[in-house]
């Protein structure tokens, strides 16, 4: 059985800032050079998908979505290691105690995000004045965080203003 393991506080924030205060957009090489610097481990196969150190026995944990129009499309990666059951009462303790101290983290750099759950998944999201997008994901055994470009950050906010407009 593996252990479940978080990142300390402010090395999450480091991650997730080392991409949000970037210049957008971002090439792929450019992609690349923020994944060495965060010392996170290309896959051999495909240089988009990444091992960090969070990652359970070396295995992808994250990837770069590229788009060859716009440059990176989004990064995702975890701040957690990922437990092999989500009916761990004590990882799920730990991962909500976690999530909440990552959230208020965020929370203080840059006041309070747009918060939402669905089917079990905690939500909360942040668009930053450079347009890109934080959002980070809680689940009983995993936390994750996707960073949306400024070009996909427009292209759900275009997408769910027609669905409002729909209803």
Not at 137 to 147: A, E, M, P
């Amino acid at each position: 059985m593996s252990d479940f393991r978080t990142l300390p506080v402010d090395e999450a924030v480091t991650w997730i800032r080392a991409w949000t205060d970037h210049t957008w957009p971002i090439s792929l090489q450019e992609a690349f050079a923020i994944r060495d610097h965060l010392d996170w481990r290309p896959s051999s196969q495909d240089p988009t998908l990444f091992a960090t150190r969070l990652s359970n026995d070396g295995k992808e944990d994250g990837f770069i979505l590229e788009s060859s129009e716009s440059g990176v499309k989004c990064v995702r990666f975890h701040l957690s290691s990922k437990y092999p059951s989500d009916d761990n009462v004590k990882v799920a303790q730990l991962s909500s105690a976690a999530y909440s101290q990552y959230v208020a983290a965020l929370t203080q750099l840059w006041s309070h995000g747009e918060s939402s759950e669905e089917l079990g998944v905690l939500q909360v999201s942040w668009t930053l004045p450079n347009r890109t997008s934080v959002s980070i994901f809680g689940l009983d055994n995993l936390i994750s965080v996707t960073i949306d470009s400024p070009w996909r950050t427009q292209l759900k906010e275009d997408y769910d203003q027609a669905m409002e407009d729909y209803e």
